[in-house]
């Protein structure tokens, strides 16, 4: 099976800090996400990346930035957490050739800015 | 712009009776639909998918969905709800080509023994 793992379940960070949120697919998969998921807002889509060195914006950039170095890896940067930035971060990939297929999910980092 | 909406925030249902999850979908092209859960502290869990054919598509745990597409909705079914199912339900669509999936707000089941 898809392994998707995202280094840390929770996370406490004080405000102004830059936080780095991992994620790593073991099945060489070209498509990769970031959504955060809040209370009644469901999952919002930050960045993504169809492959090593790309990234697009989703629909709620703000304050977030990814680095895809390595196709396996991607990473979620909080430039300088605030507390509305406080949330489930959830992270998935799937390959491009198949996209009539569900995304894998990792288990999700929740994020605490205090 | 594609977009997905869940009208409902909370279904309540007792064990053994049928269960129905409400979805609805805007695409501008044919639309790839699809259902996930998410048990708590977890991530979200694929459970079926609707791209072609039937219209009428059954996934893992005994959970099935019917696309309408003069409706344009996707309602998420089972027959006979298990207490075990309780969970935060997702719908989500994406139109053709590798547009990134849109996720509707999420549907909190509670199944009462």
């Known amino acids: 099976d898809v392994k998707v793992t995202q280094s840390s379940r929770y996370l406490v960070k004080r405000t102004g800090e830059k936080v780095f949120l991992e994620c790593v697919q073991d099945m060489d998969h070209e498509n990769m996400f970031w959504y955060r998921q809040d209370p009644g807002l469901g999952l919002r889509l930050i960045y993504f990346s169809y492959d090593v060195k790309m990234k697009e914006k989703g629909d709620i950039p703000e304050g977030y930035s990814v680095s895809r170095e390595k196709k396996e890896r991607f990473s979620l940067i909080l430039e300088s957490a605030s507390t509305n930035q406080t949330s489930m971060y959830l992270c998935?990939?799937?390959?491009?050739?198949?996209?009539?297929?569900?995304?894998?999910f990792g288990s999700g980092t929740r994020l605490t800015v205090v | 712009a594609q977009s997905v909406a869940q009208p409902e925030d909370q279904v309540n249902v007792a064990e053994g009776n049928p269960l129905t999850v409400k979805c609805t979908y805007s695409?501008?092209?044919?639309?790839?639909l699809f259902w996930y859960v998410q048990y708590p502290n977890r991530g979200l869990q694929f459970l079926l998918k609707?791209?072609?054919?039937?219209?009428l598509v059954k996934g893992s745990y005994g959970f099935e969905a019917e696309f309408n597409k003069s409706q344009t909705s996707f309602h998420l079914k089972k027959p006979s709800a298990l207490v075990s199912d309780s969970a935060l339900y997702f719908c989500a669509v994406r139109d053709g080509g590798n547009t990134p999936l849109v996720f509707g707000k999420g549907t909190r089941l509670s199944v009462i023994a």
């Open positions: 998935a990939s799937i390959a491009q050739g198949a996209l009539n297929y569900g995304y894998t």
């Open positions: 695409v501008s092209g044919n639309p790839y």
């Open positions: 609707y791209i072609t054919g039937d219209n």
